[in-house]
Structure formats: C-alpha cells, structure tokens
C-alpha cells in the first residue's frame, strides 16, 4: 500500500523560511495535499497540487513535486509563530472512493 | 457557512463500553469519510460513504467498528466493548463527490 513520510519536527525562526519535506511511495496519487492542524484543532486545507503540476504558489505557500523522485515540499515565506503547527501531506487517488492517505505530520516550531 | 462539524469534542468512556461518535457534513456534500489519528501516528482511513452507494470499510481495524449514515447527511461511528488502544482523535471529512475533503475538529476518544 502507500506510504507516506515526514520528518517528524522543524525549529525555524520568526521571519525565516520553512521547507517541511515528505515522501511518497506511490505514484499514482491524482491529488497531493497540504493540510494544517493547530493544537486541539482538526485538520485546516491549506493547499493542494494536481499531479500533473510541478509548482505551485498561493501567497505564503509554495508547492513544489518533483514526481520522479517521488517528493512533495511545502515552503513558507516569512514564517510567522501563528505557523506554529502540524503539517500533514496527503495523497489522493480520486476514483471510487478519494480517501487519503497520509504522512505522519511534521511539527513546526517558530521561535520568536 | 457552516464547516465540519462533530459532537462530543471529548468522550472519556470505560473500557468494554460502546461509544457512538457523530458527524454533520457540510450541507450538500455526498461524500463524507472517517479517519482516526492516534498518538504518534500518522491519519489513518476508516471508511468512506458516498451517497447511496455501498460504503468503503476497508480501514476498519476491527468487527468492533461500524458507521452509518442516516438519508445521506448525519454519521455515526460506533465502537462497541472499547479498548485502550482505541484511544485517538477521531476526525470526519465531507467533500462535494471525491472534491477536496474539509475536516471537522474530531473528537477525541479516552478510553479508561
């Protein structure tokens, strides 16, 4: 099956930008997503790539896949403390049923 | 409007009872799933309803899990003679077919 994997925690500081890596095993993910969870909080989309992408800006956020070696990093310009959170990646498979099947989470700690 | 939303936020039950966890998707969505997060672990799929169709149960740990969903809107996630390791946030998602998921804030389930 799939299988999806984060480093488990980022220090950045304030200001500076952060790069959470993950790494998937399966190609034939239609969807890849970015997903943010504060502590207490369910999951907030952030932002997602098609599969067919190479890059992807939205403000802040920059997605980049490189298909070939199977890696998907989120970037955040500026990082700020209300960054502060758990970032997941996740791969959807359209279809029958979309589920998603994700990494572990990476925690990003910004430091004022 | 109105997101994801789940009842209870927190359910401390004893081990050996059944619990009934509840999902109201977002108005309109036909497609809602259940995922389970647990301590360390990455989100992992339970199953998946999409309007009238079968549901997906294939994440379903055990026999001890079942979901339904009443006339297409409402879901409930039962889990009969709890265990510890059931132990975990359990998050709902609903989307417009097999669009992009939006989350509800979980529950999360302490088993004694």
């Known amino acids: 099956g799939e299988d999806v994997e984060q480093s488990l925690f980022l220090s950045v500081r304030e200001g500076d930008s952060s790069v959470i890596n993950c790494t998937y095993t399966d190609s034939s993910s239609t969807y890849l997503y970015w997903y943010k969870q504060e502590p207490g909080a369910g999951l907030q989309l952030l932002t997602y790539i098609f599969s067919n992408m190479d890059m992807k800006q939205d403000q802040r956020l920059t997605v980049l896949l490189n298909k070939k070696d199977k890696h998907l990093s989120l970037r955040i310009a500026d990082t700020q403390t209300g960054d502060s959170a758990i970032y997941f990646c996740g791969g959807g498979y359209g279809g029958a049923t979309n589920k998603l099947i994700f990494g572990t989470g990476t925690l990003l700690a910004v430091q004022p | 409007g109105a997101g994801v939303s789940q009842s209870p936020s927190n359910k401390v039950t004893e081990k050996g009872k059944d619990v009934e966890l509840r999902c109201d998707p977002i108005s309109g969505h036909t497609a809602l799933y259940w995922y389970r997060q647990s301590l360390g672990q990455g989100l992992e799929f339970l199953i998946y309803?999409?309007?009238?169709?079968?549901?997906?149960k294939s994440g379903l740990p055990s026999d001890r899990f079942s979901a339904e969903r009443t006339g297409g809107s409402v879901s409930t996630l039962t889990i009969q003679r709890t265990q510890q390791e059931d132990s975990a946030v359990y998050l709902c998602a609903s989307s417009l077919m097999t669009d992009t998921q939006y989350f509800g804030p979980g529950t999360r389930l302490t088993v004694l």
């Open positions: 309803f999409q309007g009238n169709s079968a549901p997906d």
